[in-house]
């Protein structure tokens, strides 16, 4: 069996295993298995993601190679960014258990077992070469994932928050469907590589566009793209810390990964004539959720729901380096998922430690209760910064690295607007800290319909644990450190570069052909991106002063309703199809 | 095939959301996202079907006869297992809804707003 098989199928058995010993409520032993599993998940992704860096790894399921240039089996894939991207996932998964060691109580091993499945949904997700069984893998990763959410049933708002993100994400996910349905039934083809021979050379008609469009849709659900990022918020708040940690480090990535796939391997060759099209539709719905998740996040109160629409905001971000189209647009991605991921799970462990000291997640509640938790202070304002780009951590070179790359194409308005939701989504970090752990300036308004007191996991109070301390430092150091690891620049820009070859990837998949792709070197951040990253960390550090962002009448319409976000989601896929329907076809 | 299998398909998925969209009960709402899921199996099964065409199984004819596309029919089945699951999930969360909340009107559930 091959490493990527043996990534997918190790943590499947381990969660089948773990469900069917459930009665024996080994505890302990639960949480050893399936650390050790998942660690094993991320050893085995990241010696893959090393051993790709000069040559991709096909691995076809069965043996069933193509034939004649035509795939007639299922593959797997593995380059450094798909590899790369499962290992991150992996690895983020080991952080999620070990913070759920001392907090969730986790029925048996069911919350084990979930959480190994959603881990095997994401790392088969990232490394299918075939649309169907990527669907199949994201499926079991969003199945996973509502039942995580709505863990904590005993309460009220964990329900609600399930049913919203369950129902918004399979309506995403039938839009997936069908659109991999019409792709199935002009092309004949559910190879991806096989599916982007069929369609180049031929401009684009209404039927390729429409399924694009489709295609797109499903994902943007998942990466909470304006509009379809309601459930966001609501998932995030109801589910255990531990989860939301993997939910705003990894899955909502995975959404964007699913798109640059997809366009890149499949629609490249069809669509590039039009590349503009899609470029300006992508980075329109790109600033636009930067610009709202900041808005939305420095009007938030409730400390889950702050950090989950810093999330949406820099899904915004990141949509923006993907909408650019280009390598080096994409190895930025790569950085920032990573650096911003890190950043981002380190906050909400520090989140859920502060809720387990002081049981309450609510801004106004909290006010100066924070003061004796020094060190978590310190995390929180470290946190804040880096997620506002501060130089030269992590964050700031992803978003460095896009910066450039939209200004290299002639796009210098970009980078302003990025500016604008990384300090507002710092600032709201960097206002808590003066709220909750200083005590000072003025005390954000109360929240007109306030949350339930719903506390998380355990009553005991006191101490928080040490591993839960530790492993949101080590999270936050690895973050900020990223930023400064030698040849990371090279290494995505190498990356990027082989992921956007379509040529290359179709003729690795069908005719086992090395295909050689030129490697640039990474070109370091420009002086005006060390300027946007220090423009956006002053402006997050001005805005912490702040008594809340207004959030006008955007806060209305996150109305909590299911039909009000699936409505919005209706709206959204038809106005994206309709449009890429006219420019695309 | 006719363009009627599309048609019905497109219907199914509208019909569907516009349920989703107005429902007033849990069980009702589930119900309607598995009559949008429906549209896809139709859709799928539509585009593999060919007129005069026999079931894709070669135990007893000649493997020269037609027959329909066995693709889409496994995409299917796997779709079929697919929806299953969630209508399940769902189902058992519109239960826990009634336990916590004592109401299986979406409109009810207010636990989360802003």
Known sequence: MTLASLAVVWPLLAAVALAGTTSLRARRAADVVAIASAAAVAGLCLALALRTADQPV????????????VALGIDFFAEPLSAGLAAFAAGLTVAALVVAWHQVDTAGHIFHALVLAFLAGMVGFCLAGDLFTAFVFFELMSVSAYALAGFRVAQRSPIEGSLNFAVTN??????????????????????????????????????VAVAFALIACGF???????PFHFWMADAYAVAPTAICLLFAGAMSELGLYGIARVYWEAFAGALEPNAEAVRGVLIALGLATALVGGVMCAAQRHLKRLVAFATVAHMGILLCGVALLSADALAGVAVFVVGDGLVKASLF?????????????????????????????????????????LPPFGPFLGRAMIEDAATHEGLWWVSPVLVVASALVGGAVLRVVRTVFLGRGPVPPRHPACFEADVEEQPQRGRSPAPTIVTGTVLLALGLAWGLVPGVLDAATRAAARFTDHGAYAATVLRRAAAAVPAPPGVPPTTAAWLYGFASAGLAVALAFLRTVPEGPLATLHSGRIGDYVAWTAVGAAAVAAVFALTLA | VSVLAYLVAVWLFVIGIYGVVTSRHLVHLVTCLAVAQ??????????????????????????????VD??????????????????ALLLSLAVQAHKRFGSVDPDDLNALRG
């Open chain 1, 220 to 226: 943007f659900v998942k990466a909470a793209i304006i």
């Open chain 1, 58 to 69: 096909v691995a076809w399921l069965g043996g069933w190679r193509p034939r004649g240039g």
């Open chain 2, 70 to 87: 066995p693709v889409v029919q496994s995409l299917t089945l796997t779709d079929v297992v697919v929806g299953a699951t969630v209508t």
């Open chain 2, 38 to 67: 429906a549209s896809t199996y139709v859709l799928l099964l539509g585009i593999g079907y060919r007129s005069h065409a026999q079931a894709p199984i070669f135990g007893d004819i000649p493997t020269s006869t037609p027959v």
């Open chain 1, 170 to 207: 399979s309506i995403g996910s039938m839009m997936l469907l069908i659109g991999i349905a019409l792709l199935y039934g002009r092309t004949g083809a559910l190879n991806l590589a096989q599916i982007g021979q069929a369609l180049a050379g031929r401009p684009a008609d209404t039927l």
């Open chain 1, 349 to 389: 462990v520090s989140v859920g430690a502060l809720e387990h000291r002081r049981s309450s997640v609510d801004e106004v509640a909290l006010y100066g209760r924070g003061r004796d938790l020094r060190a978590l202070g310190v995390v929180f304002a470290i946190a804040g910064l880096g997620l506002a780009a």
